[in-house]
């Protein structure tokens, strides 16, 4: 940092401190302010819950009085009067009175007709939470509440419920009714979005406030120092790129030559010494053209390797032009696979960039080495044309297309990445069509590639 700058971090530093502390003070004021607001909220909804379930135990406890007084225990017409009695008292789709006995079995549950007759004693809660037992503790102490988790009759989801139990100690029942607390915890929780969007639109008062006037000091820094620092940063900022670009250049031109030259003549020597092992194996006099022809390739890798260590040009495009080479490369290719290889190409009598000859005849190597690989083709064509938008090669096959390949060698293989890369580079494009009766590859460069000047009698 020079002089400047930290003058102005100095002056700057202290203001936004004291913005984020007084920001974070009043945020935290406000939010244990709000919190404690919505606790005494929650708590004031729980204590109206308590008071409604214990009017309605006290409700029914006085249905049932007269026959309960004057019944004793071992009266089965009361109790099933009074059985009769708590299951048509209801209050809602969610509120019903049930009844157990002190050992854990149903009495009354008008909402779940399954559980009469049978004992729930050790039944649990999703929490683990004995409810039936913990009622009927709460009964026998003289009345109290317990809160569990029960399958709620409206929706048929698990609910927070809170219930509230009173014994029958002459016929050793449990009495109780509850209601559910999902609406008490839906206003809370409606409370709480509340607060942190009061929590956040504060912030954004304060922000709104603050940070204009923060930028305004750092622009007028900026705006001072802007003009000096320009031409050096943008001097610097073109050489680094200039580097980056040129390394990155280098390594993937290096990748390509690689793949594309060597990788594609060894493929072909390699096929070579399968054409000769099925030719010795069939009792054939012609094996050892082949051998040679094979031993050729690798020798032909092995000066491909001399070539780029050097110039990482390929030699024949200098040496035959474009034209040639593809006549020769095809004419390899149809030898060597058997494939019907027609080719047609304009003489461009060295009208193209050395580098787009380049860029055209590896696309050309890379289409027909996958077509060898991939295709089962029986055809295929190579068209050159030249026009005022630019040359174009048009290399189209009557095989199987890449439908029978999985989709990461199909659509991310690196040699068809090198192809469009290749065409990228010159500002072009590579288009592939593929279907099950073939692949049409395209491969279009810009009229830039065109020489300007006049061009070296030398064919193309």
Request: aromatic share 6%; charged share 25%.
């Amino acid at each position: 940092m020079n002089l400047r700058q930290k003058i102005l971090a100095l002056s700057v530093l202290p203001l936004v401190l004291a913005i984020l502390a007084i920001t974070a003070l009043v945020t935290f004021q406000s939010t244990q302010l709000a919190r404690a607001s919505i606790a005494t909220f929650e708590r004031n909804l729980l204590r109206a819950k308590e008071n409604e379930l214990l009017n309605l135990t006290n409700m029914a406890v006085s249905a049932i009085a007269d026959i309960y007084q004057a019944a004793d225990a071992d009266d089965e017409e009361a109790k099933r009067q009074v059985q009769a009695i708590l299951s048509e008292l209801d209050y809602g789709p969610d509120g019903y009175f049930f009844a157990y006995d002190y050992d854990g079995v149903n009495i009354v549950h008008p909402r779940q007709a399954f559980r009469h007759g049978q004992n729930w004693i050790n039944m649990t809660d999703p929490d683990g939470n004995r409810v039936i037992y913990n009622l009927i503790e709460r009964a026998k102490e003289g009345g109290g509440l317990h809160q569990y988790k029960w399958e709620k009759p409206s929706t048929g989801e698990i609910a927070d419920k809170l219930s509230w139990a009173v014994g029958l100690d002459k016929w050793r029942w449990m009495l109780g009714t509850g209601v559910y607390l999902d609406d008490v915890f839906a206003q809370t929780a409606a409370a709480e979005n509340d607060l942190r969007s009061h929590i956040n639109t504060t912030f954004l008062i304060v922000a709104a406030i603050t940070v204009p006037i923060v930028f305004a000091v750092f622009l007028a820094s900026f705006l001072i120092t802007l003009h000096e620092r320009r031409l050096a940063d943008g001097k610097l900022k073109e050489l680094t790129q200039r580097v980056v670009d040129t390394q990155e250049e280098e390594r993937a031109r290096i990748a390509r030559e690689l793949h594309d030259g060597i990788s594609q003549t060894m493929v072909g020597a390699r096929y070579m010494l399968d054409l000769a092992a099925t030719k010795v194996r069939s009792g054939a006099t012609d094996a050892a053209d082949v051998i040679e022809r094979g031993a050729r390739g690798i020798n032909d890798a092995i000066k491909e390797v001399r070539r780029i260590s050097h110039d990482l040009r390929p030699g024949m495009l200098d040496d035959l032009g474009l034209t040639a080479a593809l006549e020769a490369l095809t004419g390899s290719f149809a030898e060597r696979t058997g494939i019907t290889v027609e080719l047609k190409s304009v003489a461009f009598k060295n009208l193209i960039l050395p580098e787009a000859r380049t860029a055209l005849y590896r696309v050309a190597q890379e289409a027909l080495t996958n077509i060898e690989r991939h295709a089962n083709a029986t055809r295929v064509s190579v068209i050159i044309t030249s026009a005022g938008n630019g040359p174009q090669m048009l290399i189209e096959d009557n095989g199987q297309g890449f439908a029978h390949l999985p989709a990461t060698r199909s659509k991310s293989g690196l040699g068809l990445r090198n192809m469009q890369e290749r065409m990228e580079h010159f500002g072009g494009s590579l288009e592939v069509r593929t279907t099950a009766k073939g692949t049409v590859l395209r491969a279009h460069l810009p009229k830039s590639t065109y020489l300007t000047k006049k061009p070296d009698p030398v064919p193309a």
